[in-house]
């Protein structure tokens, strides 16, 4: 049965070539440093669940420490010429967006051609095994069509990823600590800070902090996914829904809605907001999160409403 183990040995292979490419980039004074952080995650990927929970601990120490002493550094690989770029771009025009279609496309009809598939992929995994597969299929075609040498995509690859840097991990370890904020009691504690707060009876007091608080905790933890348990066991379950007897499905949904606003607002999502500007090669890494707070802030605005409004109808 294919399932995460595809998924993990996909990623896993991709990052330990980032490792044998930086570690053999003499160029790059920094090479070692970056070799070790990818090799690393490479670790991770491949051989995780036999490291334990002491081994992976001591691995995500061990990114840490070499993210804090900086010893990272972008690499000598420069990519394509501007010149170079522009004669691509006129050349193939628009048809270069078609492999990254690829990839939504195949997810989306794997994830409804594999679940009556139980024997030949894990139900659970069916979207993400879609996914990864999309990628490969995505790659391959790019490797057909536009002939580039073996290791021209993990270079780029490579670039983008020292571009980015260490941040490229923090949504994985926020949404870790989210898990193990929620199973620490953090969203008790919330809930009692506020209790106190919320007026008596106050619905739109507690629909407010309830959106606000997932903006909140989501600029803070960077993924609105850690975010969720813990402001709906805080305020989404116990007063929204067990108390003033709303609408769960709504309310949940909107509440992530609510927190990708927040998402739109911070550096710590890092995927969504770093990455865009490393890819640009913007010299203002927080100039994509300038632009969206326009829009973050109406959109978060609306969901409140949203949810006040039509979430507690009988």
């Not at 993990?8 to 292979?13: F, K």
């Not at 490479?42 to 334990?52: E, H, N, P, T, V």
């Not at 108390?243 to 739109?264: E, K, R, S, V, W």
């Amino acid at each position: 049965m294919i399932g995460t183990g595809f998924i993990y040995a996909a990623a896993g292979i991709t990052f330990l070539i980032f490792a044998v490419l930086s570690a053999i980039d003499r160029d790059n004074r920094k090479r070692f440093g970056n070799a070790a952080f990818y090799g690393l995650i490479a670790l991770s990927f491949l051989a995780g669940d036999r490291l334990g929970n002491l081994g992976n601990g001591l691995l995500v120490l061990s990114l840490v420490a070499i993210a804090g002493t900086g010893a990272m550094g972008r690499d000598s690989a420069k990519g394509a010429t501007a010149a170079e770029r522009r004669a691509d771009a006129d050349r193939y025009r628009n048809r270069l967006f078609l492999p990254a279609l690829v990839i939504p496309a195949t997810a989306l009809i794997g994830a409804l051609a594999f679940k009556p598939l139980p024997w030949l992929v894990d139900p659970k995994q069916a979207t993400l095994v879609a996914l990864t597969l999309g990628v490969l299929i995505a790659l391959a075609i790019l490797y057909a069509w536009l002939r580039p040498g073996p290791a021209t995509p993990f270079e780029e690859g490579r670039r983008l990823m020292d571009g980015v840097s260490w941040a490229a991990v923090l949504p994985q370890m926020l949404a870790a600590l989210g898990a193990v904020f929620a199973l620490a009691g953090v969203g008790d504690v919330v809930g009692g800070l506020a209790g106190r707060a919320i007026p008596e009876g106050s619905l739109f007091a507690a629909v407010l902090a309830y959106g606000l608080g997932m903006a909140l905790f989501t600029m803070v933890m960077g993924n609105a996914f850690a975010a969720f348990p813990v402001m709906a066991s805080a305020i989404g379950v116990p007063l929204l829904i067990h108390h003033y007897g709303g609408d769960p499905a709504l309310i949940a949904a909107t509440g992530m809605l609510a927190g990708f606003c927040g998402t739109l607002m911070t550096p710590m999502a890092a995927n969504f907001n770093l990455v865009p500007a490393a890819l640009l090669e913007l010299r203002d890494r927080n100039a994509v999160i300038r632009q969206q707070i326009a829009t973050a802030l109406p959109l978060l605005a609306f969901n409140i409403a949203l949810v006040y409004f039509v979430g507690f109808r009988s």
